[in-house]
């Protein structure tokens, strides 16, 4: 996989106290992870990293829009992303000795590194902005935003199958009443 040198932070000559890094992301950022569910990104990172002196404070804010599948209708829409994710990077003298830690939101680093790079977080963030269900949002009206023809055969379909009572059932509800 490509390393991608934009997203990486050089910490070594930075004073301590607040950073703000801001990044554009679009489809090509994700070329370097192979295929996704999703298209068209528009997201923006907003990411503010605070220095200490044995460790850093990482806030990832994330905005913008992507294009998902809709579940119920199966046509795209544009979904809002929204979120922010936390990020704590140790600065430690072994850091392979702690990577069976179990806590995902604490990162170590040798002492000895001088660059962070935080593309993978990036990646892994704006993919936890994503709901698992993806759902077309209510209109201002408080109706649905799926395909209306759709919805109709859903409904269609939804009354055809409470009319078919299976007959394997038939004979168990006789033992309801017991």
Known sequence: MKQLREFDIAFVGLKPGVHTFQYQITDSFFENYGP????????????????KSSFFLLKFEIGGTVTVTCDRC???????LWDDFDQVVKLVENPEELEGDED???????????????ADWVYEFINLSIPMQRIHPDDA?????????????????NQQEGEKKNPIWKDLDKFRDN
């Open 36 to 51: 996704q569910d999703f298209s068209n990104a528009q997201a923006t990172v907003k990411l503010q990293f605070d220095k």
């Open 104 to 118: 995902p939101d604490v990162t170590y680093i040798s002492k000895t590194e001088s660059h962070l790079n935080v």
């Open 74 to 80: 199966g046509e795209p829409f544009e979904l809002q």
């Open 141 to 157: 009206n408080g109706k649905s935003g799926c395909n209306p023809k759709v919805l109709e055969m859903l409904e269609k379909m």
